[in-house]
């Protein structure tokens, strides 16, 4: 007999809260009952689930007693101190944070990439970076494949990764742009850095704040997420991962520019790496010069793909190849991915 799950989204009205929910909705979890838990100030709120509709619930520890899964993605802060009272009440979590990534204990999982790490959660699982997701869906059948001695990447990011409130300030500029005002604001690069500069028409080479050696931390999480998600360790040395992280005048969808250098040349060629990647699970390869066909955040917004191009050879180093990446860094990068992990512990029964 199947059973029903009751499942609760953690950060339900938020951008990643409202998708996770759509997600759910077309996910074979069967659900029994969904909870659907945010702040004081957005309680009282209704969404629709299927065909009824679900109050948002404040989120208290107590709001987990019988819920079997939850779906995280209220701010880390939060994570950290509500998900251990959920698992003390019997619930497994995926947490959409960073709160649990880098703690050895908590699988970091890609489902297409290493779905076999869940198998050892002790009631988190945290879902990565959405950059570092879309990464590694693609480079993980070059893997398999030939091997990986390094991975240098530049990232592309949508304003949307930084929240809600971005993409509002994001509108707002662009309009205060085209209407000959000063742009305002307030969240970009980072809402809690001493100084702020518009998006809109601009580029901006910093996500999250600065760590000690002039790198972000989103720079950082894509070198050691990566580690962890491959080779089960965030301080491998076996693959050397490289970082510049840029957030662009994008609504929705990251692209990456994605340079490495495989470990064994004589297995790969243009022509094989495009075949490994059309049959890999979720990638969509776009790659046709002659009809100038490649992947555009435009065109991935609202779906669950990861999408390659620009596939081609170093011609100065040989085993040395580019791809260019992009991905909805809302729907693959965060909500999808979560709802494909818990589905994973459910199909498996590893929950």
Not at 65 to 80: C, M, Q, R, Y
Not at 152 to 161: E, I, L
Request: glycine fraction near 8%.
């Amino acid at each position: 007999m199947t059973k029903n799950y009751t499942v609760a989204i953690l950060g339900a009205t938020g951008a990643v809260g409202t998708r996770l929910l759509s997600q759910l909705e077309q996910s074979e979890i069967p659900v029994g009952q969904i909870k659907l838990l945010a702040s004081k100030r957005s309680a009282g709120k209704q969404l629709q689930f299927h065909d009824q509709s679900v109050v948002v619930e404040e989120a208290t520890p107590a709001s987990f007693d019988g819920v079997d899964i939850v779906l995280a993605s209220a701010g880390g802060a939060v994570s950290k101190r509500l998900l251990p009272e959920a698992v003390k009440r019997g619930a497994v979590c995926v947490d959409n944070t960073s709160a649990f990534r880098m703690d050895p204990a908590v699988p970091l999982v890609v489902p297409e990439v290493n779905a076999s790490a869940l198998q050892k959660h002790q009631g988190i699982i945290a879902n990565p970076n959405c950059s570092t997701i879309q990464m590694v869906a693609a480079l993980k059948p070059i893997y398999d494949t030939a091997g990986l001695k390094q991975v240098v990447v530049s990232t592309y990011q949508a304003g949307s990764g930084a929240g809600q409130r971005a993409i509002q300030e994001l509108d707002q500029q662009a309009q205060q742009h085209l209407d000959g005002q000063t742009m305002t604001s307030e969240i970009f690069p980072v809402k809690g850095a001493a100084r702020h500069y518009p998006l809109a028409f601009n580029l901006l080479p910093q996500i999250d704040v600065f760590e000690p050696d002039g790198s972000t931390h989103e720079e950082w999480k894509m070198v050691h997420e990566t580690k962890k998600i491959l080779l089960d360790d965030m301080d491998a040395t076996a693959i050397k991962v490289n970082a510049t992280c840029v957030r662009v005048p994008v609504v929705i969808g990251h692209g990456e520019s994605v340079y490495f250098e495989v470990a064994h040349p004589e297995k790969m060629n243009p022509t094989k790496m495009k075949e490994v990647l059309q049959q890999a699970p979720g990638v969509v390869v776009q790659d046709d010069p002659a009809t100038q066909l490649y992947p555009q955040p435009i065109n991935a917004a609202g779906t669950t793909a990861t999408y390659v191009g620009r596939i081609r050879a170093d011609l100065e180093n040989q085993g040395g190849y580019n791809l260019w990446v992009v991905a909805d860094n809302l729907l693959k990068g965060a909500a999808a991915n979560t709802v494909a992990i818990a589905a994973t512990l459910v199909k498996n029964q590893w929950l």
